[in-house]
């Protein structure tokens, strides 16, 4: 039989009708999906954890984790249809209540000891010339500006030797330690001069023929590190350089590392990243061993405690020059809260910190109806600890007015906590800064005989106003809240004194953990596709470094 008109129009009108029938075919479905979906009151986050599970965006573990997490809740007959989808700042914190971070730090402590009896500098300084030429170091490098984001730089690279069984090396600027007016540093470590005459003295180059070249990786360009895609225990050059790894973040990012064995070795170090609730306090036990306060500094903070008794509670508030009524009301009722579980005196000591002179002011008269307030007042110390008397006049909105040696002071200070550190800020809270503040007070309060048990709490004092979208505007790899700042976030919370992680995770394996799409697309760059909930196609990054050329920078250490 013939058909009437031209092929062409008799296919084009078949797609017409096959477009039809596919569009018809979806409103259908969608209609049935509206009638199938009881309405939540939880306006917040309103998709069910039966979604959620079936999407394939959480494992089966995780998503029974959260459903138990919900069922804890007290919820009404109208919610129980709908489980709870997103959450509070303190509900998100709740996981670290345990005493599994404390058992967790006391291994580390133990972990950092042996790695610098064996690879400290006194050791490896006296082997042989032709064990010492076939060592291997790391050099952590810093320049002086932000003190926070500078010195994870150093415990990146301490905490990278002891992932590669290297030594350490803190490399100098001038012949100057980072922060050295302030900050001394242990003899655990090597100096890059020393490496360089020792290497020259057991005639590595000469007898063995290894010449002292630096391998570079930055991990702030995504198109050069191989900080996913190499395993780094298997390079040959004498020193490697992990170059700007300005938060906690840069380090634990070997906790994705294709190769096994480099996933082992950091897993070791910083624990499983689903694993929330028992996670080492890694960089506060580095710090406990390789820095202290320059002798000035110590007699700085002996002004403030006279009577050698350490405070109870340190608040650091980071306010950007400005003092708003609702953070030092939101800080204040954190402060009542972090004292309710200590059993002290009627006026227990509270350390005063901040960026901002005339925000101590403000809120020192409320925190004196309740506690023996102390604050490091440079304009009145007698001591000289610089002749530094003005700070730096273009980063005066971001480190405050006070000269810069004040912020050292404040931080030996503040870390002499003994049961908490609170960080509040006008915008961002948990900055570099006050991590380093808690996770040093912690290790200084963890007792070898304690059992892995403390008091010791790390809290975020947040404002409402911070919360209207959740903890969406906590970005930046920095801030101690960023791995919840997105869907999993509840919106239009109230103040909240929340449990915080004294290691920020790097990762978005726990409970409550989501990405904001800003770092979706940041990952993607490092060859990491992450879902909206923040979990990981490994196939993707597999297949990101088998086809990626590694890039290998290398140089010589005289260049250094």
């Known amino acids: ?20 029938i596919s569009l018809l075919t979806a409103f259908g479905l969608i209609l049935l999906t509206l009638r199938q979906v009881e309405p939540s009151d939880d306006s917040a986050f309103p998709i069910k954890l039966e ?3 079936d999407s394939g ?8 984790d959260l459903r138990n997490l919900s069922s804890r809740k007290e919820l009404d007959g109208k919610n129980m249809a709908a489980a709870k989808t997103c959450a509070t700042v303190e509900e998100m914190g709740e996981v670290f209540a345990g005493y599994g971070t404390w058992k967790e730090s006391l291994r580390i402590r133990k972990l950092i000891q042996n790695h610098f009896e064996i690879n400290g500098a006194s050791r490896i300084r006296s082997l042989p010339p032709e064990q010492f030429c076939k060592h291997g170091f790391v050099i952590g490098k810093a320049s002086e500006a932000g003190f926070g984001n500078e ?9 990278l030797s002891i992932m590669l069984n290297r030594s350490l090396i803190i490399g100098k600027t001038r012949g100057r330690y980072p922060f050295g007016d302030y900050i001394s540093y242990s003899n655990l470590s090597f100096t890059l001069k020393e490496v360089k005459h020792l290497w020259k003295q057991n005639g590595c180059m000469t007898k063995y023929g290894r010449d002292l070249v630096v391998r570079i990786d930055d991990f702030q360009k995504p198109s050069h590190t191989n900080i996913l895609c190499s395993n780094w225990r298997k390079w040959k050059q004498p020193v490697i350089w992990l170059q700007n790894t300005t938060d906690a973040v840069g380090a634990q990012f070997f906790l994705k590392n294709i190769h096994t064995e480099m996933r082992n070795a950091a897993s070791e170090l910083f624990g499983k990243p689903e694993l929330l609730g028992s996670r080492p306090n890694v960089f506060g036990e580095l710090m406990r061993v390789l820095i202290s306060p320059s002798q000035s500094i110590e007699e700085a903070v002996k002004s403030v405690l006279t009577d050698d008794m350490d405070p109870v509670i340190s608040l650091h508030m980071r306010m950007l020059m400005n003092r708003p009524v609702r953070a030092v009301q939101a800080a204040l009722s954190c402060t009542r809260k972090a004292m309710q579980n200590i059993q002290q005196v009627s006026r227990p000591k509270v350390i005063l910190v901040s960026d901002t002179p005339s925000f101590i002011k403000a ?3 409320s925190v004196g109806e309740f506690a023996e307030v102390l604050h490091f007042d440079y304009e009145l110390f007698q001591g000289n600890v610089s002749s530094e008397r003005q700070n730096l006049g273009f980063r005066v909105k971001d480190w405050g007015p006070a000269p810069r040696w004040v912020a050292f002071v404040d931080f030996f200070l503040a870390s002499r906590a003994k049961y908490a550190v609170i960080s509040g800020a006008h915008r961002r809270v948990g900055t570099t800064y006050a991590q380093l503040v808690a996770s040093l007070a912690a290790a200084r309060n963890l007792a070898e005989n304690s059992s892995g048990s403390t008091k010791f709490s790390f809290f975020s004092s947040f404002q409402s106003n911070l919360l209207t979208d959740g903890l969406r505007n906590q970005i930046g790899w920095g801030h101690a809240w960023n791995r919840f700042a997105g869907p999993l976030s509840c919106h239009g919370q109230a103040d909240q004194c929340a449990l915080t992680p004294l290691l920020p995770p790097a990762w978005w394996d726990g409970i409550w953990q989501s990405p904001i799409p800003r770092d979706i697309r940041r990952l993607e760059a490092y060859g990491v596709r992450l879902s909206s909930l923040g979990t990981i196609d490994e196939q993707h990054l597999q297949s990101f ?4 050329k590694s890039m290998v920078t290398k140089v010589s250490i005289s260049a250094m």
């Open 151 to 159: 010195m994870y730089k150093i415990l990146t690279a301490a905490a």
């Open 1 to 20: 039989m013939r058909l009437n008109g031209s092929p062409k129009r008799f296919l084009l009108s078949i797609k017409i009708l096959l477009l039809l």
């Open 363 to 365: 809120i020192k008269p």
């Open 51 to 53: 979604e959620i599970q």
């Open 545 to 548: 470094c088998d086809l990626r």
């Open 57 to 64: 965006a959480i494992s089966s573990e995780n998503f029974q």
